[in-house]
């Protein structure tokens, strides 16, 4: 039996003081806010250790990139932030990740580190556009059994990749999947989707949804409406 597959706030606000205003209004409806580039480069620490005691689980989403010392040394830089989650491009290597790792080990254990695979705003045109010859489920699963051997525990992917990973990889690693639209909802940009309900009945162990939420009339309704959907996917 999996587990519970979990809702994440993509919190991308123009501004601290709607992303204030917005996490006001969800407090006590969900659990984790996910805060990214956008957020995190106008507000930085202060933003991070706000929502943190607000009461919110933070998945901060800085994909970092870069040689193998500087993304230590930028993980080591998130030391006594309230953060749960952190995420890294599997792309940087092996090296690389291992490296996050060990920082993580040092400054923060609590923090999970997750791979990013291969971004849901790619399709195959895309992704051959950037020079890969492989298929793009090739190039997730590469990248997600790369991620495994490294000793990574989550992966962010497109929910349509869940199935291929969950036959291939060898442990059960949580994945973490954007790319999510309620039924009737506009896709935006997002190529790989998939509802909340068929992303945890394929073996999501979170799903990440923004727009859908931070959009909506009510966003505390639809984010209710989301988890509901979540516990009755059977
Ligand atoms: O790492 C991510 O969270 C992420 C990876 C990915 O492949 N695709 C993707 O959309 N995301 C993030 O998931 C969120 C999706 O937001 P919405 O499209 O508004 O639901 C954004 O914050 C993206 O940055």
């Given at each position: 039996m999996s587990k519970q597959c979990k809702l994440i706030l993509a919190?991308?606000?123009?501004d601290k003081e709607s992303a204030l205003d917005m996490l006001k209004k969800l407090q006590g409806s969900l659990e984790w806010v996910k805060i990214g580039l956008q957020m995190y480069l106008k507000y930085g620490a202060d933003f991070v250790r706000q929502v943190g005691e607000m009461g919110f689980k933070v998945f901060l989403d800085l994909k970092l990139y870069d040689i193998p010392n500087t993304v230590a040394s930028a993980v080591k830089s998130?030391?006594?932030?309230?953060?749960s989650m952190l995420t890294i491009h599997t792309s940087g290597g092996a090296e690389m990740m291992k490296a996050a790792l060990n920082a993580a080990k040092e400054t923060n254990k609590e923090m999970q580190i997750l791979g990013v695979t291969v971004?849901?705003?790619?399709?195959e045109d895309s992704m051959r556009a950037t020079?890969?010859?492989?298929?793009l489920s090739e190039q997730v699963l590469k990248l997600a059994k790369l991620a495994e051997e490294s000793g990574l525990s989550g992966l962010v992917c497109s929910p349509l990749e869940i199935e291929l990973l969950r036959k291939n990889l060898k442990s059960e690693m949580d994945l973490i999947t954007p790319g999510i639209r309620p039924a009737g909802s506009d896709s935006n940009e997002q190529k790989r989707i998939m509802t909340p309900s068929l992303a945890a009945k394929t073996g999501s162990s979170y799903i990440v949804v923004g727009r859908p939420i931070l959009k909506a009339e009510n966003p505390a309704e639809a984010a209710k409406a989301i988890i509901k959907e979540l516990k009755d996917a059977k």
């Amino acid at each position: 039996m999996s587990k519970q597959c979990k809702l994440i706030l993509a919190l991308d606000l123009p501004d601290k003081e709607s992303a204030l205003d917005m996490l006001k209004k969800l407090q006590g409806s969900l659990e984790w806010v996910k805060i990214g580039l956008q957020m995190y480069l106008k507000y930085g620490a202060d933003f991070v250790r706000q929502v943190g005691e607000m009461g919110f689980k933070v998945f901060l989403d800085l994909k970092l990139y870069d040689i193998p010392n500087t993304v230590a040394s930028a993980v080591k830089s998130l030391e006594g932030l309230p953060v749960s989650m952190l995420t890294i491009h599997t792309s940087g290597g092996a090296e690389m990740m291992k490296a996050a790792l060990n920082a993580a080990k040092e400054t923060n254990k609590e923090m999970q580190i997750l791979g990013v695979t291969v971004l849901t705003s790619f399709d195959e045109d895309s992704m051959r556009a950037t020079g890969f010859d492989r298929t793009l489920s090739e190039q997730v699963l590469k990248l997600a059994k790369l991620a495994e051997e490294s000793g990574l525990s989550g992966l962010v992917c497109s929910p349509l990749e869940i199935e291929l990973l969950r036959k291939n990889l060898k442990s059960e690693m949580d994945l973490i999947t954007p790319g999510i639209r309620p039924a009737g909802s506009d896709s935006n940009e997002q190529k790989r989707i998939m509802t909340p309900s068929l992303a945890a009945k394929t073996g999501s162990s979170y799903i990440v949804v923004g727009r859908p939420i931070l959009k909506a009339e009510n966003p505390a309704e639809a984010a209710k409406a989301i988890i509901k959907e979540l516990k009755d996917a059977k």
